[in-house]
């Protein structure tokens, strides 16, 4: 065995371990399934304390997800993890009916599932896994069977509807900027931007932006929207004149 480790069996030798019962950050209820990632972390679900817990590769505490409940980002007794290339995690959040999917840090990515018997629907899912593709492997334990998924890299659509390109207007202007966005599986928000400048968002279909005192000048205006899987488009420019009243 290496130096600093114990041979246990033939071939086999003890590194280290860590962990005790409890809640506390570090300790563990039903500890279940584990993943790690190309950094060596270690991610590890801790299933009836209802969260995600992650390490380093030697065992010291680096952070942790948890909220019991049916909300976005919470969980109900998941069972299994894994981590794709780009360092996300998904979570098999079994008594939910669901996956999630969540960043290295445990920032809510997005999720898909509900409990029922049709395709992309689910019945207690155990384990998820992800290959080299990003493709996506659930075991939708309860339905008896194995669901593929596919990234979804599809861009959506954007379009700055109103007003019209080479539109004037007088100073000081208000006006309000109409965007039309859609995506085969969702839009989660859309962003203005004036001469490249971030000046506002709206996550509401329809997707609308008001100015206010637009002073003399002429503006460019693009927008940008985001599907739930945070493929991104940025529209064609529109151009408009603010001038002064003559």
């Given at each position: 065995?290496?130096?600093?480790?114990?041979?246990?069996?033939?071939?086999?030798?003890?590194?280290?371990?860590?962990?005790?019962?409890?809640?506390?950050?570090?300790?563990?209820?039903?500890?279940?399934?584990?993943?790690?990632?190309?950094?060596?972390?270690?991610?590890?679900?801790?299933?009836?304390?209802?969260?995600?817990?992650k390490f380093t590769n030697n065992g010291d505490f680096?952070?942790?997800?948890?909220?019991?409940?049916?909300?976005?980002?919470?969980?109900?007794?998941?069972l299994g993890v894994a981590v794709d290339r780009s360092g996300n995690v998904f979570v098999a959040d079994t008594a939910n009916h669901r996956i999630q999917k969540f960043t290295n840090s445990g920032t809510f990515v997005t999720k898909w599932g509900s409990q029922g018997t049709a395709d992309g629907q689910f019945s207690s899912p155990v384990d998820v896994v992800v290959d080299?593709?990003?493709?996506?492997?659930v075991v939708d334990n309860d339905n008896f069977r194995i669901q593929k998924f596919v990234a979804d890299t599809i861009p959506p659509t954007?379009?700055?509807?109103s007003p019209s390109n080479g539109s004037t207007f007088i100073a000081p202007a208000t006006e309000t900027i109409n965007v039309n966005a859609t995506d085969n599986l969702g839009i989660k928000q859309?962003?203005?931007?004036?001469?490249?400048?971030?000046?506002?968002?709206?996550?509401?279909?329809?997707?609308?932006?008001?100015?206010?005192?637009?002073?003399?000048?002429?503006?460019?205006?693009?927008?940008?929207?985001y599907d739930i899987a945070d493929n991104t488009k940025t529209s064609i420019p529109v151009t408009v004149n603010i001038s002064a009243r003559k």
């Open positions: 065995c290496p130096a600093g480790t114990t041979q246990v069996v033939s071939g086999v030798c003890f590194v280290t371990k860590w962990g005790s019962q409890g809640t506390a950050d570090g300790q563990f209820e039903i500890p279940w399934g584990i993943a790690v990632d190309s950094s060596n972390n270690v991610f590890v679900v801790d299933t009836d304390n209802h969260r995600i817990q680096s952070g942790t997800w948890r909220s019991l409940g049916t909300s976005t980002g919470q969980f109900q007794y998941p080299m593709s990003g493709n996506v492997f954007v379009t700055i509807t859309i962003e203005l931007y004036v001469n490249n400048k971030l000046s506002g968002s709206d996550k509401s279909y329809p997707y609308s932006i008001t100015l206010t005192n637009i002073p003399i000048g002429v503006y460019n205006l693009t927008a940008k929207a």
